[in-house]
């Protein structure tokens, strides 16, 4: 029986020639990733395990990125605990706040070539699953699991069922990976992959950036998935060859392509020339609907996030916002990904564009995407947002609302002072 891309990651990582949906499998872990949420609890559960040291300082990644710069006591009290711990162990990958290799967690993570094809990744955090848009398979666990992972270099999985999702086509114009996400959310559902592999493939997938790719598998979380995993073509190379040169040059990653009699549960079709500019209206990420049959009116606007603050969502930000000016009754907050995000926009002018339309430019954070700060909404306040997820008060009051749109539709929406689409502008 075939494997798909997956599967044949996790068998190698296993020590196993071949494995089975369904197949519980203790695998070698590549990649360890926390942040200043998940990480403390690990860190306590770590100090009773037995064990003073982690099992590799090189291959554990600790990344302030969620409530800093800290906003209050707690969150400072968080990050020291952190911080301690990667002093103690010796961490080679910790990220403190301004360095120019820091940022949120999982766009520095593949811009930094820390992710190749091929790894296994697991991290405190649900959006780990990006890293396969680089071939590789990333999933999140909890702090619990996380400590163990630390201690051991090895977790459990059981091997997910996969579905193959086709995409043919070429992209329409201001057509995003965000948009296309949306879209298979909102046929699939929020359940709809529930602990399985979304494995991308098709002839439209050389149509997808690898900004498309690390943002539509960012969001294989929302339909449940377990992971989401793209194929290494000449996008990936080019990107992993330019991140890490010495890791590319060296040849040390493996590239794995799916058997052609592989199984999958189910496979989904998609042309991606037809999809149109998608919003997700609240509460869930598959309530979508096109943009533009949407007209409410908003309070406040959010570009960014681990989803879409790559250099490219900022640029495209910028192209739609200059010479424009934010609505009087919009708020509109641009949070590049990174600090090296942050430094390139800077270096371009960028922020002088979104300074001149009446923007605030905030330092990389995970801040509003879940409420913490640095953009947390009021009780009937509705924002539109290219961060991840619209749940009930997932950024600030129970009664507020978010929207989740592409870049495109966040810029001309913060402009018109509601969901609206470039076109209109």
Not at 206 to 227: P, Q, V
Not at 293 to 313: A, L
């Amino acid at each position: 029986m075939g494997m798909t891309i997956t599967q044949k990651i996790l068998a190698a990582h296993a020590g196993l020639d071949s494995v089975a949906a369904g197949q519980l499998i203790e695998a070698d872990l590549d990649r360890v990733l926390g942040n200043d949420v998940t990480t403390p609890p690990a860190i306590s559960i770590f100090g009773k395990l037995g064990t003073d040291r982690v099992y590799d300082n090189d291959k554990i990644c600790l990344i302030q990125d969620h409530f800093t710069p800290n906003k209050d006591i707690k969150s400072a009290q968080l990050c020291k605990t952190m911080r301690c711990f990667a002093r103690e162990q010796d961490i080679s990958h910790y990220y403190e706040l301004g360095r120019e290799e820091t940022g949120i967690e999982h766009v520095i993570l593949p811009d930094n070539g820390i992710v190749f094809p091929g790894d296994t990744v697991v991290g405190a955090d649900s959006h780990t699953c990006t890293y396969g848009a680089v071939g590789a398979f990333s999933t999140g666990i909890g702090s619990t699991d996380l400590a163990c992972a630390m201690a051991r270099g090895k977790t459990w999985f059981k091997v997910p069922e996969a579905i193959k999702v086709v995409l043919s086509g070429s992209k329409g114009p201001y057509i995003t990976g965000k948009d296309i996400i949306l879209h298979i959310i909102g046929m699939i559902g929020v359940d709809g992959a529930l602990y399985k592999s979304l494995e991308f493939t098709g002839d439209g997938v050389h149509e997808l950036s690898m900004c498309d790719r690390l943002t539509i598998c960012n969001m294989a979380i929302e339909c449940g998935g377990k992971n989401g995993i793209f194929p290494v073509d000449e996008v990936t190379v080019e990107y992993i060859a330019k991140t890490n040169p010495e890791r590319f040059n060296a040849g040390d990653y493996k590239v794995f392509v799916a058997d052609d009699d592989a199984e999958y549960s189910r496979v989904v079709e998609i042309d991606i020339g037809e999809v149109p500019l998608t919003v997700a209206l609240p509460h869930l990420p598959s309530n979508t609907k096109r943009a533009d049959e949407v007209k409410d009116r908003i309070d406040q606007v959010v570009i960014g996030s681990c989803t879409n603050g790559r250099i490219d969502d900022i640029r495209m930000a910028a192209s739609i916002l200059k010479g424009r000016k934010v609505h009087p009754d919009v708020r509109c907050i641009i949070i590049p990904g990174s600090q090296k995000v942050y430094r390139t926009a800077l270096d371009e002018g960028l922020f002088q564009i979104f300074d001149d339309a009446g923007c605030v430019i905030s330092t990389p954070t995970c801040g509003p995407c879940l409420g913490a700060h640095m953009g947390v909404l009021a009780d009937g306040e509705r924002c539109v947002s290219t961060t991840n997820r619209n749940f009930v008060g997932r950024m600030g009051h129970i009664d507020s609302e978010v929207i989740l749109a592409g870049v495109p539709v966040a810029a001309a929406s913060a402009v018109m002072g509601r969901v609206a689409t470039p076109d209109e502008l």
